[in-house]
């Protein structure tokens, strides 16, 4: 379990790094590739999700991404393996946001599936997080969410 334990970690850092780096570069062709075929396929208006993400940040960088080891569903030989990885993101404007990544790394039965299929970013920090805020969307959803202290969905 060790060794599977440090596969995801390696695996979701990785992800992480190329999702950060498209972000603080407003690359929207290379976050865009990152998606599996599958989820580019099935999340309506895909291109315009990606430049709110982007947008989202309001041209600053993300300076810093601290998180816990990645949760993880299934395995390199129970397959398919899902990674999920939750970050502490601090901008260079000093403001916090939160971000969900989730993504297949290996489904050799329907290799379309393998790449991201969820991004829930959070505009605001686990303190400033409103007391009925429901928690957002369901790990295994295609997307890209986007919410902030105005719009977010409630309990």
């Known amino acids: 379990m ?5 596969y995801t970690e390696k695996q979701m850092n990785k992800m992480k790094n190329k999702v950060i780096k498209c972000i603080n570069e407003k690359d929207k062709e290379d976050l865009k590739k990152l998606f599996s075929k599958d989820a580019q396929k099935h999340i309506e208006d895909l291109d315009g999700k990606l430049d709110q993400l982007i947008g989202a940040f309001n041209g600053n960088k993300i300076e810093s991404a601290k998180g816990f080891g990645p949760n993880f569903k299934g395995s390199i030989q129970t ?7 939750k970050y502490h993101l601090v901008l ?3 403001e916090k946001y939160r971000i969900y990544i989730s ?5 050799d039965e ?3 599936k393998e790449g991201v299929f969820q991004i829930e970013l ?3 920090s686990r303190e400033e997080s409103p007391r009925d805020f429901s928690g957002g969307a369901y790990q295994d ?3 890209i969410f ?3 202290l105005q719009n977010y969905p409630k309990k």
Request: charged share 30%; net charge negative.
């Open 103 to 107: 993504f297949c790394d290996k489904n």
């Open 146 to 148: 986007i919410y902030t």
């Open 110 to 112: 329907e290799p379309d």
């Open 2 to 6: 060790a060794d599977q334990e440090i």
């Open 92 to 94: 260079n404007s000093k």
């Open 141 to 143: 959803d295609y997307g």
């Open 122 to 124: 959070r505009t605001f």
């Open 79 to 85: 397959q398919p393996l899902h990674i999920y990885g």
